[in-house]
């Protein structure tokens, strides 16, 4: 009787838990590019969902609900990302796309930049927050409606980088002239320092205008959702729009 040698089962690969939320946000957006297959995908995960996958992992429960409390003191937008960031939420509830004009009045104008675009259920849409520039995406289908905000945030270091440069020159050369370079070293990482603190405020105005834009979007999503189960409510109307123009 001879002996078979150990076959050593592939080992399996493992992700951390960021990896594999990136991994699945990545498939998500994949297919919902992919038109014929989008419709099969229900956005959002419902609580019973999440408890289940958080007990595969091996998560109590005691600590998912302690989350979900948490969850609800920290901001929707951390500045984990100085340059981009993400507004995201779903609603229960399928938005008709006959109702997508609702929401266009929050959009602005970008000059040479497409207007909103819609695509069967599928709405883009560029618009400016402050001097940040956001791509509002809102999908809706099988019963459930996502909408979506990325931006780029720090676009105002485009307009700080040429007069910290220029100012910091002039003041390094007017100070190596008095035989005192140091002083316009000093000067000049001055003006870095105030710039990166002018930053971070800015980030964080825009993180706030973003989260607003968002709740504006999401309250007139779900009043819509509500207006088209229940039709006795007065309609939805957008601004600048009389009720009798949308009747």
Not at 93 to 120: A, M, R, S, Y
Request: net charge negative; hydrophobic share 40%; aromatic share 6%.
């Amino acid at each position: 009787m001879h002996n078979c040698p150990n076959v050593e089962k592939p080992r399996e690969a493992v992700f951390s838990e960021k990896e594999a939320a990136d991994i699945v946000r990545l498939a998500v957006e994949l297919q919902e590019s992919h038109t014929e297959l989008a419709s099969a995908y229900t956005p959002g995960i419902t609580l019973d969902e999440l408890k289940r996958v958080s007990a595969e992992i091996g998560v109590s429960e005691h600590f998912l609900e302690e989350a979900l409390k948490r969850k609800g003191k920290v901001p929707a937008n951390p500045q984990s990302d100085p340059f981009k960031g993400t507004y995201e939420k779903v609603l229960d509830g399928e938005l008709d796309p006959d109702d997508f004009d609702l929401l266009l009045d929050e959009f602005k104008t970008i000059p040479n930049v497409p207007g909103p675009n819609q695509v069967g259920r599928r709405l883009n849409a560029k618009t400016m927050v402050g001097i940040a520039q956001a791509e509002v995406t809102i999908t809706s289908r099988n019963g459930r409606t996502r909408l979506r905000i990325d931006y780029v945030k720090n676009m105002g270091c485009v307009f700080l980088a040429i007069p910290i440069a220029f100012f910091g020159f002039i003041a390094v050369m007017v100070a190596a002239e008095s035989a005192l370079p140091w002083i316009g070293l000093v000067f000049f990482l001055g003006l870095i320092f105030s710039s990166v603190r002018g930053l971070s405020k800015a980030n964080r105005y825009v993180d706030n205008q973003v989260e607003q834009l968002g709740d504006r979007l999401a309250a007139k999503i779900g009043a819509a959702i509500e207006q088209g189960s229940n039709p006795a409510l007065p309609p939805v109307v957008a601004e600048g729009e009389s009720q009798n123009q949308r009747a």
